[in-house]
């Protein structure tokens, strides 16, 4: 099941359009609050920002209650300024802090993550993984531009 935001750059968000087989728009709804709070941060932090867009994956039991078993987050960022360490961070203060939803989620055994993917002045793309983000500041290394 792959559900995406429809986004007409950084203005409001329109709601989900169903693009998988099963019709979980309503239940997957709840992780909208997910999306606002990693909105709102990366709003608050990044200036200017061209366009946000995210994307959801999931999967769910075959069995009754078919709970959510695995969602991944796709964040589609254009930026002259952001770095994917500012986007890997707002993402985790999103998920680790602020969304009771994606928190819960992940306490009930649904596997979560997100990728970034950042777009710059210069027309190059880069992408982090939260794998990639949680060793690199585990480690204290740099990270991409």
Do not use: N
Request: proline share 2%; charged share 20%; hydrophobic share 40%.
């Amino acid at each position: 099941m792959s559900l995406q935001d429809r986004d007409d750059g950084i203005g409001a968000t329109h709601g989900c359009k169903r693009t998988g087989a099963h019709d979980a728009a309503a239940e997957f709804g709840e992780l909208g609050v997910d999306r606002c709070d990693a909105r709102v941060m990366l709003c608050d932090r990044l200036a200017p920002i061209g366009s946000l867009r995210f994307e959801l994956e999931a999967e769910r039991a075959t069995a009754e209650p078919q709970v959510f078993t695995a969602i991944q987050m796709h964040v589609h960022l254009a930026s002259p300024d952001a770095t994917t360490a500012e986007i890997g961070a707002a993402m985790e203060l999103s998920w680790e802090k602020y969304c009771s939803v994606s928190i819960m989620l992940m306490r009930s055994g649904c596997a979560m993550a997100w990728t970034a993917q950042l777009t710059g002045a210069d027309g190059h793309t880069h992408t982090l993984t939260q794998a990639e983000y949680l060793a690199q500041r585990a480690g204290g290394g740099a990270m991409m531009a």
